[in-house]
């Protein structure tokens, strides 16, 4: 009887030996996927067994639901699963996979709003960007702007160009509250670095100025410069006469030509016809905009025109820029 039960016993303990290492080697495995990659999306609240049965169900991985919840269980790292959206990649094994929810790696998109833009062109971009759920689509700039805690202020030129990381399903409402936020603390750093003595009353004009000066150029060495004229003409009351802010109140009118007639057809945002800054933003400005503007060259010029090849030619006079019209958009020797 004795030798019956150590035998029993025997071949129980070799039962459980052959278990775990079957066990340990399954963990070790890649897991059968039925695509590549395999979504996996995890509520917050969801259990253990609920993720293990979405690793099947939802995910498509060929596996059973039962040995992934144990394996869970017997990790002692099953409660520690974060909510969130992944991505099961080949090669995947039960080990990794569980490693990647509890740090919470979730499979990222991302989304960049482009320096000079246009708050619609941000927000078709936003509208092609990849699984970002489109919460504002049919939502005016003023509901936007309302939604985001901010009724009453415009939206152009208030949310930073930057590129944004979301994760799957993510509100598009959500990007823009980061980009928000981005251009206040940015705003907020460059108007404490301002010059002494502009003739800008709050941080507001100061991003209207850095909108025109974003639009006036892509080169980073003439920013300051350019930002210095439009300073000079503000002190002296001298028009601003800037096309990028003539082609922003045309709006979609625009063609891709500036004629006479549209210099002389008013619109709040018509520096030819009005004085001063016009009374919003008209692009999303970058950081070195945004310091262009409150730090401004030290220069005497009150002109500028383009050479043609990215660069400015600045002049104190309207005869010289007259002659630097003639000569860089003219022909002219």
Known sequence: MRRFFLITFLLAAFAAIGATAAALWWVHQPLALTQTPAELSIEPGTTPRGVAEAVVRQAGVRTDADLMYAWFRLSGQDRQIRAGSYEIEA?????????????????????????????????QALARADS????????????VMAALGRPGVAA???????????????????VLRRALHAMDRRLEAAWAQRAAGLPL???????????????????????????????????????????????????????????????????????????????????????????????????RALYFVSRGDGTSHFSPSLDEHNRAVNRYQRGGR
């Open 91 to 123: 090669g995947t094994t039960p080990r990794t996979l569980l490693a990647k929810l509890v740090r919470g790696e979730e499979a990222l998109r991302a989304v960049t709003l482009v320096e000079g833009w246009t708050f619609r062109q941000a927000r």
């Open 132 to 143: 970002l759920r489109p919460e504002s689509a049919a939502m005016s700039d003023e509901a």
């Open 156 to 174: 152009e030129g208030r949310f930073f160009p930057d590129t944004y990381t979301y994760s799957k399903g993510s509100s598009d409402l959500a």
């Open 201 to 299: 009353k709050s941080a507001d004009e100061a991003l209207i100025l850095a909108s025109i000066v974003e639009k006036e150029t892509g080169r980073e060495s003439d920013r300051a410069e350019i930002s210095g004229v439009f300073i000079n003409r503000l002190r002296i009351g001298m028009l601003l006469q800037t096309d990028p802010t003539v082609i922003y109140g045309m709006g979609e009118s625009f063609d891709g030509n500036l004629r006479r007639r549209d210099l002389q057809t008013d619109t709040p945002w018509n520096t030819y016809t009005r004085a001063g800054l016009p009374p919003t933003p008209i692009a999303l400005p970058g950081r070195n905009a945004l310091l262009a503007a409150v730090q401004p060259a030290e220069t």
